[in-house]
């Protein structure tokens, strides 16, 4: 017998409106995330025992960064969408493009623009590539936490049919059928769980294998985004991608799933390589 869902939370997805200005939580969220990135990050760059021997960045660095960063992960983020996600409709609404307001953004994307964000930045400064990278990789869940939860104030990217489930939801754009409120699983293994294992890993490293927290996060998010991929719902302009012949893993591969595969990849790469010392950079010598 079906059990009795959960009723979705009528929260206004705009949060504050004066006249026609509206600021929507989605937007709250980036802003949030990108501030609580920007406050942990100061603090990360503090830490002069933890980067040797690369650079240490000055905290005008970070103020900078955190600009770079935000225009690649918006810019990523939406081309990411557009290119692996929709890429049909976007191609006969050209200028749809360039209505982010109205949702549509890609982890991947976001992400694979910061990296790139980060990597000319870093350049530009002096400062070691690979370093950067990490301590952006410890900061970023923050994000990711709250991504996810404005994905679920939204009512968007639902999970798949749970009617036995006694917490599922009715969301409001989705049909009668109540379903993993999987926004919220992504936003406790993507943002929360992933947070404490990396500030754990930063007090344990720190900085000084250039490309490991890297990798930590980067194969760390790739098995929390699949593992809560069988309980989301794909986009319904894809759907399943392989799910006729492995309907046995409870409804087949989506593309959040392939595309967080090659990421799993990478950061196990990364992470053999710092460990075995060959992404640590040569001593600085002593000034005469």
């Known amino acids: 017998m079906a059990l009795p869902a959960l009723p979705f939370p009528l929260i206004d997805p705009v949060a504050i409106s004066i006249g026609p200005f ?3 939580w989605y937007a709250l969220a980036y802003v949030a995330g990108l501030l609580g990135g920007w406050f ?3 603090r ?3 830490r002069a025992d933890a980067w040797a021997p690369s650079p240490q960045p000055k905290p005008v660095d970070i103020d900078d960064l955190i600009v770079w960063v935000a225009l690649g992960v918006v810019l990523g983020g939406r081309l990411g969408y557009v290119l692996f996600y929709n890429l049909g409709s976007y191609l006969a609404h050209p200028l749809e493009i360039f209505a982010v307001w109205r949702g549509g953004m890609s982890f991947h994307g976001g ?3 910061a990296v790139l964000a980060i990597v000319l930045f870093s350049r530009s400064r002096g400062l070691n590539p690979l370093a950067m990278l990490d301590m952006a990789a410890v900061v970023t869940p923050i994000g990711l936490f709250f991504g996810r939860i404005a994905n679920f104030i939204n009512g968007e990217l639902w999970g798949r049919p749970a009617p036995d489930f006694p917490y599922a939801v009715v969301f409001p754009h989705a049909g ?3 379903r993993h409120p999987s926004q919220l699983y992504e936003a406790f293994a993507e ?4 947070f404490v294992i990396m500030a754990f890993a930063a007090r344990r490293f720190g900085f000084r294998r250039p490309g490991l927290l890297g990798g930590i996060f980067v194969l760390g998010y ?3 985004r699949i593992i809560c991929e069988f309980f989301r719902e794909p986009d319904e302009q894809l759907g399943f991608l392989f799910g006729s012949s492995v309907q046995a893993l409870g409804g087949g591969i989506t593309m959040g799933m392939l595309l967080s595969l090659p990421m799993a990849v990478v950061g196990a790469v990364f992470i053999w390589m710092a460990a ?3 992404t640590r950079p040569a001593p600085r010598p002593e000034p005469a």
């Open 22 to 24: 509206a600021i929507r």
């Open 40 to 42: 942990y990050a100061k």
């Open 44 to 46: 990360l760059a503090a």
């Open 111 to 113: 992400f694979t623009g």
């Open 176 to 178: 009668p059928v109540p």
């Open 191 to 194: 943002g929360l769980v992933l």
């Open 222 to 224: 790739a098995v929390a």
């Open 276 to 278: 075995r010392g060959y």
